[in-house]
């Protein structure tokens, strides 16, 4: 699963610089080799080797009227198409209305480059299939079905511009996900995942035992009443309902526009004081890209200090805008989105999750959330369902499992009343777009509005 050599990659950047008859002239490259392995009871029901590229060409032309900006993509490292996009992209912006708020492109910058990681782009489906055997004999054991994927990915991206601007950078992931459930169809299922950025540091005898002993835990889910409860959030939770922030809270544009919970509380302490936030694409365990959709390097930004509230993330329009640094968070452009946290990391505390489970009279360890949505972006009001193993807690020991509840929960308010913060941080996903550096939370009076059959 080799990746295109980044020199190649540049070559063509360079070769459609030089065709370019724009003022100016940015060109993207991303290349994405992905394996994978879906699989059920059967075994694998779907596998793949495949690989997407994109060529992203975007031109400015001056006039005495303004800049007008247009871009174009092809879906190939093919010259002749790059050079057909180019084409586009002069004919769209030759009749494109100019754009007063456009920020300068960049020039250059230093930005150190990533190389992917080598075991992750060699794993093969043979290495894969073993792991797909091992969930499925530990299921059959116990009387349940699985149901999973194992992935495997490497991405390459590259940014030149006219104006001097040139990086280039390249990353690994890896993700083994099980969810065992009952052979009956009648009780709850089990569920664990390990993302890294290495195959290396992927454990999937522990994601197989995890997933089986919540689901085996799991047979017999009590009735329980709806109510506020003391919970201890395990990490794939802390991930879904923060990704919300992420998406609609930590960016300039969210806070310019008054849509941000950020709105009127940068500055205050709003938070837990065991709770601090960072966006960091640098960091060690799960790095990301060093800089952004503009080429612009990535800054680490605190978001919340100690339950302080920080300032947004910007990229180069809402910098400019807001007379601000600009902190390297920008999407592709052009494009409605502002700039977006997407390394979230959250600091871990001291406690284990059996401190924190410990730490709880009375209420509940959740191991997921899904249909999670939001209501409100001010306070980040959101909503959702539990899901694959929700266990009554009482007198600091798990006692049973109990029926799926759904939560309706002012975010904002929640994380004022976090009283523990797990020492044990994992890359956690949600059942959509995003992962987070995140630690198991307890949260105290979590409010559960309906219950469920199941």
């Known amino acids: 699963?080799?990746?295109?050599?980044?020199?190649?990659?540049?070559?063509?950047?360079?070769?459609?610089?030089?065709?370019?008859?724009?003022?100016?002239?940015?060109?993207?490259i991303e290349c994405v080799e992905d394996r994978f392995v879906r699989y059920a009871d059967s075994g694998p029901t779907q596998s793949a080797d495949r690989d997407r590229y994109e060529v992203g060409i975007r031109v400015r032309l001056h006039s005495g009227a303004g800049i007008r900006e247009a871009k174009a993509t092809c879906g190939n490292l093919d010259p002749v198409d790059a050079k057909a996009a180019l084409g586009r992209a002069v004919q769209l912006a030759e009749v494109t209305d100019p754009n007063p708020e456009l920020a300068p492109l960049g020039g250059p910058v230093q930005v150190p480059e990533t190389a992917p990681e080598r075991p992750t782009i060699d794993h093969t489906f043979r290495e894969k299939a073993?792991?797909?055997?091992?969930?499925?004999?530990?299921?059959?054991?116990?009387?349940?079905?699985p149901a999973g994927l194992i992935e495997t990915t490497a991405m390459s991206?590259?940014?030149?511009?006219?104006?001097?601007?040139?990086?280039?950078?390249?990353?690994?992931?890896?993700?083994?996900?099980l969810t065992a459930s009952p052979a009956s169809g009648e009780g709850g299922s089990g569920f664990a995942e390990h993302v890294a950025a290495s195959v290396e540091a992927i454990r999937p005898d522990d994601?197989?035992?995890?997933?089986?002993?919540?689901?085996?835990?799991?047979?017999?889910?009590?009735?329980?009443?709806?109510?506020?409860?003391?919970?201890?959030?395990?990490?794939?939770?802390?991930?879904?309902?923060?990704?919300?922030a992420a998406y609609h809270g930590f960016g300039a544009q969210e806070v310019h526009e008054q849509s941000s919970f950020l709105c009127g509380r940068i500055g205050e302490r709003?938070?837990?004081?065991?709770?601090t936030?960072?966006?960091?694409?640098?960091?060690?365990?799960?790095?990301?890209?060093?800089f952004d959709g503009e080429g612009a390097r990535k800054q680490r930004v605190g978001l919340i200090d100690r339950g302080t509230v920080c300032g947004p993330v910007t990229d180069a329009r809402w910098a400019r805008k807001l007379d601000m640094p600009n902190t390297g968070h920008g999407v592709a452009q052009p494009s409605?989105?502002?700039?977006?946290?997407?390394?979230?990391?959250?600091?871990?505390?001291?406690?284990?999750?059996?401190?924190?489970?410990?730490?709880?009279?009375?209420?509940?360890?959740?191991?997921?959330?899904?249909?999670?949505?939001?209501?409100?972006?001010?306070?980040?009001?959101?909503?959702?369902?539990?899901?694959?193993?929700?266990?009554?807690?009482?007198?600091?020991?798990?006692?049973?499992?109990?029926?799926?509840?759904?939560?309706?929960?002012?975010?904002?308010?929640?994380?004022?009343?976090?009283?523990?913060?797990?020492?044990?941080?994992e890359v956690a996903g949600a059942l959509f777009d995003?992962?987070?550096l995140a630690p198991a939370l307890r949260i105290e009076r979590f409010r559960f509005t309906s219950t469920t059959e199941f």
């Open 207 to 244: 994601v197989v035992r995890r997933a089986v002993e919540k689901a085996v835990s799991n047979r017999s889910p009590r009735p329980i009443d709806p109510g506020e409860y003391t919970v201890v959030l395990e990490p794939a939770a802390v991930s879904s309902i923060l990704l919300f």
């Open 130 to 145: 073993d792991w797909v055997k091992a969930a499925l004999d530990a299921c059959r054991a116990q009387d349940l079905v």
């Open 270 to 275: 709003v938070f837990s004081e065991l709770l």
């Open 434 to 436: 995003g992962e987070v």
């Open 277 to 290: 936030v960072e966006d960091d694409a640098g960091n060690d365990t799960y790095p990301g890209f060093l």
């Open 157 to 177: 991206r590259s940014l030149i511009s006219s104006t001097g601007r040139e990086v280039q950078g390249a990353l690994t992931r890896a993700a083994f996900a």
């Open 336 to 425: 409605m989105c502002g700039p977006i946290a997407s390394n979230l990391v959250v600091q871990p505390g001291e406690a284990s999750l059996e401190d924190l489970i410990r730490g709880v009279d009375r209420g509940l360890l959740v191991s997921q959330f899904h249909y999670t949505n939001m209501i409100e972006p001010r306070d980040l009001t959101l909503t959702g369902m539990t899901r694959n193993g929700t266990f009554w807690i009482e007198h600091g020991e798990v006692r049973h499992a109990v029926r799926n509840l759904r939560f309706t929960e002012k975010l904002v308010n929640a994380l004022a009343r976090v009283t523990g913060v797990g020492r044990e941080v």
């Open 1 to 28: 699963m080799p990746l295109p050599d980044q020199d190649h990659a540049l070559e063509l950047a360079h070769r459609i610089l030089d065709w370019s008859s724009a003022d100016e002239t940015e060109v993207s």
